[in-house]
T-cell receptor, first 117, second 113 residues
Framework: NAGVTQTPKFRVLKTGQSMTLLCAQDMNHEYMYWYRQDPGMGLRLIHYSVGEGTTAKGEVPDGYNVSRLKKQNFLLGLESAAPSQTSVYFCASSYWGLLRSGANVLTFGAGSRLTVL | KQEVTQIPAALSVPEGENLVLNCSFTDSAIYNLQWFRQDPGKGLTSLLL?????REQTSGRLNASLDKSSGRSTLYIAASQPGDSATYLCAVRGMDSSYKLIFGSGTRLLVRP
């Protein structure tokens, strides 16, 4: 049971470089999310997707782009990395959207630590 | 704007002690509240989810309570064990149509053998 897999786990970039973080889930979940976690600030939602081919902005979308070409994959791109994007990035997925009650839980990946110099 | 606060930021207790972690939120109009556990270098694991109409949820040694009117939730851990050492985060889901969970910054718990 792989769950949610994020690659790469670590990456160091120089300012202005671009990169893509890959999130893959094997649970047939409809909903996928990208969060960033910064010290003392909790997790903040960057972008999310409610299904294949759809994406939407979260709280802090600036400087990021996403794509959901396949249901199982959710890509997070940085076109021109900035030091302010140094963070730990978490991908999560859920079967139902967050409006559903009951046993709807988010399954998180292990995180990708990105440093922008 | 919803703000979620967790105090204390860090807590160290001896094994076997019962403990309470606190979570407060500024807007009582929430859909639900969740407690998560985060181990170092790993993602978050959902522990308990409380709907806005519920007062508490229990899972094993964990009990989470919710008082919407006062904007507070507590996570009670009974008979703490070293394996409980982790960071505990709470997150609230608002009543709007967005998919945002607003997270607190977490309480880092150390249970000493």
């Amino acid at each position: 049971n792989a769950g949610v897999t994020q690659t790469p786990k670590f990456r160091v970039l120089k300012t202005g470089q671009s990169m893509t973080l890959l999130c893959a889930q094997d649970m047939n979940h409809e909903y996928m999310y990208w969060y960033r976690q910064d010290p003392g600030m909790g997790l903040r939602l960057i972008h999310y997707s409610v299904g294949e081919g759809t994406t939407a902005k979260g709280e802090v979308p600036d400087g990021y782009n996403v794509s959901r070409l396949k249901k199982q994959n959710f890509l997070l791109g940085l076109e021109s990395a900035a030091p302010s994007q140094t963070s730990v990035y978490f991908c999560a997925s859920s079967y139902w959207g967050l409006l559903r009650s009951g046993a709807n839980v988010l399954t998180f990946g292990a995180g990708s630590r990105l440093t922008v110099l | 704007k919803q703000e979620v606060t967790q105090i204390p930021a860090a807590l160290s207790v001896p094994e076997g002690e019962n403990l309470v972690l606190n979570c407060s939120f500024t807007d009582s109009a929430i859909y639900n509240l969740q407690w998560f556990r985060q181990d170092p270098g790993k993602g978050l694991t959902s522990l308990l989810l409380i709907q806005s109409s519920q007062r508490e949820q229990t899972s094993g040694r964990l009990n989470a309570s919710l008082d919407k009117s006062s904007g507070r939730s507590t996570l009670y851990i009974a008979a703490s064990q070293p394996g409980d050492s982790a960071t505990y985060l709470c997150a609230v889901r608002g009543m709007d149509s967005s998919y945002k969970l607003i997270f607190g910054s977490g309480t880092r718990l150390l249970v000493r053998p």
